[in-house]
């Protein structure tokens, strides 16, 4: 019998998805010698605060300082699983460039350096993987980078953020409010450490730049990214979207057409029987077109401890067979295109809009006028109820360019027989 052979590797991270990622080494220990044919030992975990008690985490692997992981030779794997930009950054390129392979979950800094990240994964030659960084568990990124390469691929869209995706679910099917829905995802483990960045468009814009990114084979960062969020979601809007037939969904898309790519983040009005209608909870699905592959559709669990770890975890068995078999560094980032991304503005899009206006004689007919006049055609108009003189206005228009629709509301608010604009959302459709 010859002598076994030990992959290490350090974690940078004991939080929510660093937890589970520990766990996943220990209950796995057995098999993945079965898989791989090595044993991986996890020598380091990199926190900011040592004396924290961590359930299931021995204490004596936790330390504070990066350079312990960096100049420890023995150490080939580095799972970063703390988040933002800095000093992950940093880390990981000299990690990279030190010859160390790298797994992350870090939508932040692929969305906005992952060019950068690979230039060092390249001088390196060493794996930089991130299965966890879209949609959770989710095997999404293989399926771009590798199952699909052979087609390309026209259209990307789906739910990839979990917080969010759990709160309008709460909030749709019964009645909470919006804060105590936040909370509770918060407290499942769904959300960031910053929320905001959930319920603000921004997560879901990362992995949408980071799929735009490699489905079209071109860098497109997070900054080019249109985003909306949720926060100004109404129950009345959620209410009205049910009685139109539609559920309400916070959606990232991102399309190739002969203008550029097109690539945004918002909320929208699904109609009920959308196979993402039915994705509820932090549950994430996403649609992919390729000329040659046609349609497809992932879905999983988009967020939580477990279900990102395992995708970690599949990073991680992937890179100790590269080890193995001496072959790291051979897929690259593969942004050999270098595309215009379009302003939402020049994109078309389908809006429901909701408003209070004058009950008067004229007033709709006003309104429609102006709604023409700047290219907007209306497919569905109703006057919900009229109380105090004020009535209220539901409008559902055609595809429109969304500058024209901005143009009209822009005057429609200039108006005086316009009281209140009370929710603008996007409608499913051409
Ligand atoms: N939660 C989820 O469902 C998902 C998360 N992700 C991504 O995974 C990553 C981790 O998320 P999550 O586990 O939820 O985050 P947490 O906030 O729960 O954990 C972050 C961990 O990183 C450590 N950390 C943060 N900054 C530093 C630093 N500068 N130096 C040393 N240690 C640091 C923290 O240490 P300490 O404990 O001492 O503060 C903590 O242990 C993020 O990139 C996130 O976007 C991806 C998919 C899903
Ligand atoms: N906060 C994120 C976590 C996974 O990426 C989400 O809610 O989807």
């Given at each position: 019998?010859?002598?076994?052979?030990?992959?290490?590797?350090?974690?940078?991270?004991?939080?929510?998805?660093?937890?589970?990622?520990?766990?996943l080494v220990k209950d796995l220990e057995e098999e993945i010698i079965s898989k791989t044919g090595a044993r991986l030992v996890v020598d380091k975990i990199l926190?900011?605060?040592?004396?924290?008690?961590?359930?299931?985490?021995?204490?004596?692997?936790?330390?504070?300082?990066?350079?312990?992981?960096?100049?420890?030779?023995?150490?080939?794997?580095?799972?970063?699983?703390?988040?933002?930009?800095?000093?992950?950054?940093?880390?990981?390129?000299?990690?990279?460039?030190?010859?160390?392979?790298?797994?992350?979950?870090?939508?932040?800094?692929?969305?906005?350096?992952?060019?950068?990240?690979?230039?060092?994964?390249?001088?390196?030659?060493?794996?930089?993987?991130?299965?966890?960084?879209?949609?959770?568990?989710?095997?999404?990124?293989?399926?771009?980078?590798?199952?699909?390469?052979?087609?390309?691929?026209?259209?990307?869209?789906?739910?990839?953020?979990?917080?969010?995706?759990?709160?309008?679910?709460?909030?749709?099917?019964?009645?909470?409010?919006?804060?105590?829905?936040?909370?509770?995802?918060?407290?499942?483990?769904?959300?960031?450490?910053?929320?905001?960045?959930?319920?603000?468009?921004?997560?879901?814009?990362?992995?949408?730049?980071?799929?735009?990114?490699?489905?079209?084979?071109?860098?497109?960062?997070?900054?080019?990214?249109?985003?909306?969020?949720?926060?100004?979601?109404?129950?009345?809007?959620?209410?009205?979207?049910?009685?139109?037939?539609?559920?309400?969904?916070?959606?990232?898309?991102?399309?190739?057409?002969?203008?550029?790519?097109?690539?945004?983040?918002?909320?929208?009005?699904?109609?009920?029987?959308?196979?993402?209608?039915?994705?509820?909870?932090?549950?994430?699905?996403?649609?992919?077109?390729?000329?040659?592959?046609?349609?497809?559709?992932?879905?999983?669990?988009?967020?939580?401890?477990?279900?990102?770890?395992?995708?970690?975890?599949?990073?991680?068995?992937?890179?100790?067979?590269?080890?193995?078999?001496?072959?790291?560094?051979?897929?690259?980032?593969?942004?050999?295109?270098?595309?215009?991304?379009?302003?939402?503005?020049?994109?078309?899009?389908?809006?429901?809009?909701?408003?209070?206006?004058?009950?008067?004689?004229?007033?709709?007919a006003n309104i429609a006028g102006i709604l023409g006049n700047n290219d907007v055609s209306i497919a569905q108009v109703v006057q919900k109820r009229s109380h105090?003189?004020?009535?209220?206005?539901?409008?559902?228009?055609?595809?429109?360019?969304?500058?024209?629709?901005?143009?009209?509301?822009?005057?429609?608010?200039?108006?005086?027989?316009?009281?209140?604009?009370?929710?603008?959302?996007?409608?499913?459709?051409?």
């Open positions: 019998m010859g002598q076994e052979r030990i992959i290490h590797a350090a974690l940078l991270g004991a939080g929510t998805v660093g937890s589970g990622v520990y766990k926190v900011r605060d040592t004396t924290k008690a961590r359930e299931g985490i021995p204490s004596e692997l936790l330390i504070d300082r990066w350079d312990e992981i960096l100049n420890d030779p023995q150490i080939e794997i580095v799972i970063e699983v703390m988040g933002g930009i800095r000093p992950a950054l940093t880390w990981l390129e000299e990690a990279l460039r030190a010859g160390k392979q790298v797994v992350t979950a870090n939508k932040d800094l692929l969305a906005e350096y992952g060019e950068h990240l690979f230039d060092a994964a390249e001088a390196g030659k060493c794996d930089l993987h991130f299965e966890a960084a879209v949609a959770g568990a989710i095997p999404i990124i293989r399926p771009l980078r590798q199952s699909l390469v052979a087609s390309e691929l026209t259209e990307v869209m789906g739910i990839v953020n979990g917080t969010t995706n759990y709160i309008l679910t709460r909030m749709t099917e019964d009645g909470m409010g919006y804060e105590e829905a936040l909370a509770l995802a918060t407290k499942l483990g769904y959300a960031e450490s910053d929320p905001t960045a959930d319920v603000e468009g921004y997560d879901a814009g990362r992995k949408v730049a980071i799929m735009a990114s490699i489905a079209f084979n071109s860098n497109v960062t997070f900054s080019q990214v249109y985003t909306e969020g949720i926060t100004h979601i109404t129950a009345e809007d959620i209410r009205y979207a049910k009685e139109f037939g539609y559920v309400i969904k916070l959606i990232g898309m991102t399309r190739l057409t002969e203008g550029g790519v097109e690539v945004k983040v918002h909320p929208m009005l699904l109609p009920e029987q959308h196979p993402l209608s039915t994705v509820r909870d932090s549950f994430n699905a996403v649609f992919i077109h390729g000329e040659a592959c046609d349609d497809a559709m992932f879905m999983g669990r988009g967020a939580g401890q477990l279900p990102t770890a395992s995708a970690v975890m599949g990073d991680v068995i992937d890179v100790m067979r590269n080890i193995l078999h001496h072959s790291c560094g051979k897929i690259g980032y593969g942004c050999y295109r270098n595309l215009p991304v379009k302003s939402a503005e020049d994109t078309v899009s389908r809006f429901f809009l909701r408003i209070q206006v004058t009950d008067k004689p004229g007033a709709l105090d003189g004020v009535a209220e206005l539901v409008i559902i228009t055609d595809p429109v360019r969304e500058k024209h629709f901005n143009d009209a509301l822009s005057i429609l608010k200039g108006m005086s027989v316009l009281k209140e604009v009370s929710g603008v959302i996007r409608v499913y459709g051409n």
